[in-house]
C-alpha cells in the first residue's frame, strides 16, 4: 500500500502484480499401471466366483460327463471298459427289473408327496394366524427335517413291525388283522412313504408360511368386505397367490422321490438293497446302487443315472412350461 502511495505521489506508474504460481500438472499414469487397473476390474469377479465353478466342474461336472461315458460302455469292477453303445439302455426297456423300479418310484413318489404338500398348506395356514408361541410352533413342525434319514427310519421300522409294532397293535384295537408291512408291496410302499411326509411335511410348510406372509393384506380385507369366509378367502385369495411357490414344491418333492434312496435302504434292514424279498419297494436309486456296488455293472448302473437325470430332466422343462403359460395368462412379467 505504502509502495502504491509512494508510486502516485512520484508520478511512476504502480508496480505489476506478482504472476500467479502455474497449477503442478499430475502426471498421466503409465501404460502399464491403466492395464493393470483395467485387468483388475475386469478379472476380480471372476476371482471371487471362480471357487464354486472349480467346485461344480470337480464334483458336479466331471462325474456328469464320466458317468454319461461310462453308460456307454460295459464296466464291470476292477475291469477294462468295454464300448458297448447304447446296449446298456436297451437292456433297461427289456429288463423288468428296470420298470418295477420306475413304477415303484412314481408310486411311492405320489403316496408321499400328495399328502404331504396337502398336510404342508394346512399347516401354514395355522400357522399363518396370530398364535400363541407360534416361534416354537415354527421350530417344532421344523425339527423332524433336521432329523437323520437313519434314525427316522429305525424309529418308523421299530413302529411299523409286523409282530410287536404300535402301528399293528392300535389297529387291533378295531379289530383289524395286523399287517405285514414289509413283505407286502402296498403296505410297505406306504409305511416309507409315511418315512418321507413326516420328514418333509414340516420343510414345506415353512416355505409356503413365507408365501403366504407376502400376500397383501389387501386383498384378505377386500374379500372380507365381499362376506367371504375364511375359508372362502383360502381358496381364492391365499391358494392363487402362493401358485408358484406350490409349484416349486411340486417340481423339488418330485425330484426328492425320483431320489429316493435312504428310507427304503434301511427300512428293509438286510433285505434293503433288493427293495424286499420281491423288490416291491424297489426303487431307481436302489437299482442303480444294486447294480453299481453290489453286482458291479456300472455300465448298466450308469445308464440308470442318466435315465434318471432325463427324467428330473423332464420334470423341469413341465415345471417351466406351467409357469410360463401361467405368466401369460396373468400378464405377468416373464
Known amino acids: 500500500m505504502a509502495t502504491s502511495v509512494r508510486a502516485a505521489a512520484d508520478g511512476s506508474p504502480p508496480p505489476a502484480p506478482p504472476a500467479p504460481r502455474p497449477a503442478r500438472r499430475r502426471k498421466a499414469p503409465s501404460a502399464w499401471r491403466s492395464k493393470l487397473y483395467r485387468l483388475d476390474v475386469k478379472a476380480t469377479p471372476y476371482t471371487f466366483i471362480a471357487p464354486f465353478f472349480l467346485t461344480f466342474a470337480a464334483f458336479g461336472l466331471f462325474p456328469l460327463i464320466y458317468t454319461g461315458w461310462l453308460s456307454l460302455h460295459r464296466v464291470e469292477l476292477g475291469g477294462d471298459a468295454e464300448w458297448r453303445g447304447l446296449e446298456n439302455y436297451t437292456g433297461l426297456a427289456d429288463s423288468d427289473f428296470f420298470w418295477n423300479a420306475l413304477a415303484n418310484t412314481f408310486t411311492i413318489g405320489v403316496i408321499s408327496t400328495v399328502p404331504q404338500l396337502l398336510m404342508a398348506l394346512g399347516l401354514a395356514h395355522l400357522l399363518n394366524y396370530k398364535l400363541r408361541g407360534r416361534g416354537f410352533y415354527r421350530v417344532a413342525i421344523l425339527a423332524p427335517y433336521a432329523t437323520s434319514i437313519a434314525a427316522a ?5 421299530q413302529l411299523f413291525n409286523t409282530d410287536y409294532g404300535m402301528i399293528n397293535g392300535f389297529l387291533g384295537l378295531f379289530g383289524i388283522d395286523p399287517v405285514n408291512w414289509e413283505t407286502e408291496k402296498w403296505p410297505a410302499q406306504i409305511a416309507i412313504s409315511t418315512i418321507v411326509t413326516w420328514r418333509w411335511t414340516g420343510y414345506n410348510a415353512l416355505i409356503y408360511l413365507a408365501a403366504m406372509q407376502a400376500v397383501p393384506n389387501d386383498l384378505y380385507e377386500a374379500a372380507a368386505l365381499d362376506g367371504a369366509s ?3 378367502q383360502f381358496i381364492s385369495v391365499t391358494i392363487p397367490s ?3 411357490t ?17 428310507e427304503p435302504l434301511i427300512f428293509g434292514g438286510s433285505l434293503g438293497i433288493g427293495g424286499g424279498s420281491a423288490n416291491q419297494y424297489q426303487t431307481l436309486s436302489l437299482l442303480m446302487y444294486e447294480k453299481g456296488w453290489v453286482t458291479g455293472s456300472l455300465g448298466q448302473a450308469s445308464a440308470i443315472a442318466w435315465v434318471m437325470l432325463l427324467l428330473l430332466l423332464f420334470v423341469g422343462g413341465a415345471q417351466a412350461l406351467i409357469s410360463r403359460r401361467n405368466r401369460k395368462k396373468t ?3 416373464s
Open 230 to 232: 375364511r375359508w372362502r
Open 246 to 262: 406350490i409349484l416349486f414344491t411340486i417340481v423339488v418333492s418330485t425330484i426328492g422321490a425320483t431320489q429316493l434312496f435312504g
Open 153 to 157: 427310519t429305525l424309529v418308523f421300522a
Open 331 to 333: 400378464g405377468a412379467p
Open 242 to 244: 402362493i401358485r408358484p
